[in-house]
């Protein structure tokens, strides 16, 4: 069995094997989720058209003054993507995590997004 050499091109590989099988199309866009070190960032986006229909992450000025923790400013960002696709009209979305593990901060986010108002 071939090892990958690091942990972020693992990730990749997993991501590339998900994708595969899932794709946004306009009646359910695909809610992308990507996770550096220190922040957060999410996008809801068409596959069919290759549109962005709205977009977060914590690097916006609002979020970046507050003195949270990431799991807290994943929770606001998950808020907030909800807001700016109900705002698109986007009511139901496909969940990419990325090849990401779902917990931590990609949990908090789709739970924040599924109180908001998505549906996923």
Do not use: C
């Amino acid at each position: 069995m071939t090892q990958v050499a690091t942990r972020s091109a693992a990730r990749r590989k997993r991501h590339e094997r998900i994708r595969l099988h899932l794709a946004g199309d306009a009646a359910r866009p695909r809610l992308a989720v990507f996770r550096s070190l220190n922040h957060i960032y999410v996008q809801v986006i068409d596959d069919a058209s290759g549109r962005t229909l709205a977009a977060a992450s914590s690097l916006e000025k609002e979020l970046r003054s507050a003195g949270q923790t990431k799991t807290e400013e994943a929770k606001v960002v998950g808020r907030l993507v909800a807001e700016r696709a109900r705002t698109a009209g986007v009511e139901r979305v496909v969940f990419d995590r990325a090849g990401f593990r779902y917990h931590g901060r990609v949990k908090s986010l789709a739970d924040a997004a599924r109180e908001a108002g998505l549906e996923f």
